[in-house]
């Protein structure tokens, strides 16, 4: 599973990030990074929750 | 049943959310994520599967983004999620949730996600006009597509978005609200510069401090202030705020005009807990109940509701920590904290007359809010400056 950022749509609120930190992380511009595009299973329900609470729906993941 | 180390109540076997929007899917990721094994069961009374609210007075209601891109991710496939499916009543008693089509749901645990309406000014009769749910924003923008005019009754951030975004689609446009717009938001500092810049587009800002009334009834055609000025445009839009979800609890003695009112843990009554727009808590500020009808609060209550409900007592309290933005008059304005009335502003860097800033307000000399415009920054660093000297 990979996760996929929608750039020109991210705004930066953050939210995806607290709900998977060690997928995505906001940098010192407050631009989202993807720490790991690559989603590990253990990893599948964090990333689905951040997916989930982006109020701009700017991710998706891809299987 | 342990997760991490967490301990979950294993009296908690059945869950059911009633509602269909952020608070309640989120409620379902987090008790999911903090080992809870048992049912969920979420009950949405809207015909659509969960989308995103923020973009229907933005960029969907303006036509650059379609209908179809708001949506969520489909709901999780451990999650019974049901659709047109309303909750009419509560058993507290009985531990049930009472469906409008007679069936009953028995739960341990319930979730009350049930957000928030839009407030009318008018009977249901009118036709009136309000942005709420998706239905309500294709209607106004397949409205749009044919107008010439619009007037927006009430300058909150809502009023003020939908009426940027008519602007920048070419109608004319008037706001007419009792009070300056935004101040209650933004503090007067922003309010008026997102006024001027408002004013700088054309729009009309008229002030009737006595309220109007709508003229016409389906279609609302106009209004009229009590100073008797008659303003008429080709669509007319409310945004004269919301009301919390509770009529469905009635009888259940939870729920009231002010919303669900909960302790420090979004704890209800015993084995009920609540999130998002419905929820009132006691601000320490004013001892009274207060609703903070926001995407963030939304999040954080929903994620600290999930985890009462397993853990009672166990779980840590719900520390609000605010955070909102508005998007209008190509000012992108995000604000963590709470401008108290009084409180003093400062701009930190930058210009609100350059468009680019980011200012701090304090209230008897301990900062209370940060807001930046046009100005990116982490979220983490804005909230720090609300928070620390
Ligand atoms: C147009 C618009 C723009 C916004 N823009 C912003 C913004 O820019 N920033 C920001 O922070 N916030 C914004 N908000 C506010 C934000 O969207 C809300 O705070 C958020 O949606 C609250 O989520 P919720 O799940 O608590 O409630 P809601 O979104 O109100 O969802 C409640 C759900 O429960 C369902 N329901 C209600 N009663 C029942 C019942 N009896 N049985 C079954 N289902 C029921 C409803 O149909 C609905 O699906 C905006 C809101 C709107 C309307
Ligand atoms: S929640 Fe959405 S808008 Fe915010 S940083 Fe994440 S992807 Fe971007």
């Given amino acids: 599973m990979r996760i996929i950022v929608d750039e020109t749509r991210c705004e930066g609120y953050g939210f995806c990030a607290e709900a998977a930190p060690h997928l995505l992380e906001l940098d010192d511009e407050g631009e989202l990074t993807v720490l790991s595009e690559q989603v590990a299973p253990d990893e599948a329900a964090n990333a689905e929750a951040a997916v989930r609470v982006c109020p701009v729906a700017a991710l998706r993941l891809q299987s | ?389």
């Avoid at chain 2, 269909?20 to 659509?48: C, F, K, N, P, Q």
């Avoid at chain 2, 300056?180 to 004013?199: D, I």
């Avoid at chain 2, 963030?296 to 166990?314: P, T, V, Y």
């Fill in chain 2, 1 to 389: 049943m342990s997760v991490t180390g967490d301990t979950v109540k294993d009296t908690v076997k059945d869950i059911v959310v009633v509602g269909g929007s952020i608070a309640a899917v989120t409620a379902a990721d987090a008790l999911r994520r903090h080992g809870h094994e048992g049912s969920i069961t979420v009950v949405s009374d809207e015909r659509y599967t969960p989308y995103v609210r923020p973009p229907l007075s933005k960029g969907m209601l303006k036509g650059v983004e379609t209908e179809e891109s708001v949506f969520m991710a489909p709901p999780r496939s451990d999650v019974d999620f049901r659709v047109k499916t309303r909750a009419v009543g509560l058993d507290r008693e009985r531990r049930r949730v009472l469906l409008e089509d007679g069936e009953e749901l028995p739960y341990d645990g319930l979730v009350v996600a049930s957000g928030a309406r839009a407030r009318r000014l008018g009977p249901p009769e009118a036709g009136e006009l309000v942005v709420r749910d998706l239905d309500d924003a294709l209607r106004l923008r397949a409205a749009f597509a044919e107008a010439g005019s619009l007037v927006v009754v009430g300058g909150g951030f809502l009023g003020m978005e939908i009426a940027s975004t008519a602007r920048g689609l070419g109608l004319e446009v008037t706001v007419v609200d009792q009070d300056p717009p935004l101040v209650r938001q933004f503090g007067s500092l922003l309010a008026e510069h997102m006024t001027r810049a408002a004013l700088d587009e054309g729009v009309r800002i008229v002030r009737s401090p006595g309220g109007v009334r709508l003229v016409g009834q389906a279609p609302v055609t106009g209004v009229r202030t009590a100073e008797g000025e008659l303003l008429e445009a080709d669509v007319v839009v409310s945004a004269v705020g919301d009301l919390p979800n509770v009529e469905w609890l009635a009888g259940s003695g939870l729920g009231g005009p002010e919303g669900l009112l909960v302790d420090d843990r979004c704890r209800a009554a015993p084995g009920v807990v609540a999130a998002g727009d419905v929820v009132a808590r006691v601000s320490d500020r004013t001892g009274r109940p207060r609703r903070s009808p926001h995407w963030g609060s939304a999040i954080d209550q929903a994620r600290a509701a999930a985890l009462a409900l397993l853990r009672g007592d166990e779980a840590p309290p719900y520390r609000p920590a605010p955070y909102y933005w508005t998007e209008q008059w190509g000012l992108d304005i995000k604000i963590c904290g709470r401008i108290l009335p009084g409180a003093i502003p400062e701009v930190l860097s930058g210009s609100l007359d350059e468009r680019g800033a980011l200012v701090r307000w304090t209230h008897d000399g301990v900062p209370v809010a940060a807001a930046t415009v046009n100005h990116r920054m982490p979220v983490v660093k804005l909230r720090k400056l609300a928070t620390a000297s």
